[in-house]
């Protein structure tokens, strides 16, 4: 492929500032970028935390993406290789397609930082923050946003005697689950006390604090936000429908049984209210880049309570973001160039050389 032909398939719509995104207006083009202006561009991807495999679909769906597109990008799999060999081997940016540790979780954010190298996705705090759904849960009750109610249990706070009271203050049923891990690992819902002990048990094989939280019954819903401070917008609203509730890792991953509906089909009052919620949440932990939120609307009074932000969501061309993306307009591969064109390093350049 020539210059000429690299450029006009790349360029990619920046977006706009200070507006929700609607079908039909995201794909529309703003100021553009050329693909070849990225430079050679890793695709980090793999890595060692237990959303391995599933980091290897969503890296090969962007490389392929942007390869297709015409950026100079390559694989890069910290399991394997260091990654000061990034700036060894010239790369300029980086498209993070690492979930959870060591790679969603402000770690590798704070490796590039160091390296120099602009990076795709939420900064260092944010994402240190994001990871961790009970830090996430303070911030947002302090700035007001609906989030279930929640005890947090360090490990020399799980006795019999205060497991047994955790109950009574946030009633049952409740969620029992590790604050760290994604993928609905290690998540219980307990209906009864009796549950109770085996459940925190559980969540804490997979992380040092466990989080007993509310269960809110009713519509879940996740949705996606592009951005940062007033120019992120939602993309528009996927709602999950998955039998009684039964949203884990088996259904969500290994079966067809979960049903994703974009649009969402709730009323739009509804649905403009979820957006508004998702930029709320992505801005208060200061997010850039891209993010996705995770809500559960309860039945009995349609009130939205915000559950988790995920900073480095899944990203294989079936996954939900670009599902979402793809009702406004915006396809698979001009998705990944629109996050590559966010790519950004926290601290700025005169910082750095000081
Ligand atoms: N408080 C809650 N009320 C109702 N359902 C919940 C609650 N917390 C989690 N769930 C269910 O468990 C799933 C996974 O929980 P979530 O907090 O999103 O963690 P993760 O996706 O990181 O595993 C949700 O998608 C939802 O189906
Ligand atoms: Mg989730």
Known sequence: MNTDER???GRVAAPEPGRVLSAGDAAAPAASVAASDFGKVAV??????AEREISLLSGTGVLAALRASGVDAHAFDPAERVL???KRDGFSRCFIALHGRHGEDGTVQGALELLGI???GPGVMASAIAIDKVMTKRVWSAEGLPTPRFVRLAPDERTRERIRTVPDEIGLPLIVKPPREGSS?????????EDMQGAVELAGRYDLDVLCEEFIAGDEVTCAVLGAGAGAHALPVIRIEAPDGAYDYQNKYFTDVVRYHCPS???EAEEQEIRRLAVAAHRSLGCRGWSRADLMIRR?????FLLEINTSPGMTSHSLVPMSARAAGLDYPALCLRILGMAALDAP???RSA
């Open 7 to 9: 450029a006009s398939v």
């Open 44 to 49: 980090l991807m793999g890595g060692t935390s």
């Open 84 to 86: 000061h060999e990034l």
């Open 118 to 120: 602009p990076y795709t």
């Open 185 to 193: 690992l290690g998540i219980t819902k307990v209906a009864g006390n």
């Open 265 to 267: 089909g709730l009323p």
């Open 300 to 304: 009995r009074d349609r009130k939205p």
């Open 349 to 351: 350049a005169v910082a």
